[in-house]
Nanobody
Framework: QVELVESGGGLVQAGGSLRLSCAAS????????MGWYRQAPGKQREWVAS?????????NYADSVKGRFTISRDNAKNTVYLQMNNLRPEDTAVYYC???????????????WGQGTQVTVSS
């Protein structure tokens, strides 16, 4: 019913920038939260950033990315972005987006995940 498609990953040198996008499509009534997670090889998936639509955008960041990454959202496009600046080799991971979605005919929200996009930062 709902599909999340990420794009924008790639290979970049340390200090560089990338912008990830994640577009949600399907029978969507509303999305109240969208976010980004990442998983490095051999490590557990970790939360990176999220934004909640409370009538205003309430964004939060993991300490490891605060000041370097910015999450933003285009509600008209059901899309969330992650602008990543001053990238470090330790940011290398597969980045996943998630969205808390209410679909048509539903009374509650369900969390959906994208398929992931690889970000590799070389030193």
């Amino acid at each position: 019913q709902v599909e999340l498609v990420e794009s924008g990953g790639g290979l970049v040198q340390a200090g560089g920038s990338l912008r990830l996008s994640c577009a949600a499509s399907g029978s969507i009534l509303s999305i109240n939260a969208m976010g980004w997670y990442r998983q490095a090889p051999g490590k557990q998936r970790e939360w990176v950033a999220s934004t909640v639509d409370n009538g205003w955008s309430d964004s939060n960041y993991a300490d490891s990315v605060k000041g370097r990454f910015t999450i933003s959202r285009d509600n008209a496009k059901n899309t969330v972005y992650l602008q990543m600046n001053n990238l470090r080799p330790e940011d290398t991971a597969v980045y996943y987006c998630d969205a808390n979605v209410r679909v048509e005919g539903a009374t509650s929200y369900i969390n959906y995940w994208g398929q992931g996009t690889q970000v590799t930062v070389s030193s």
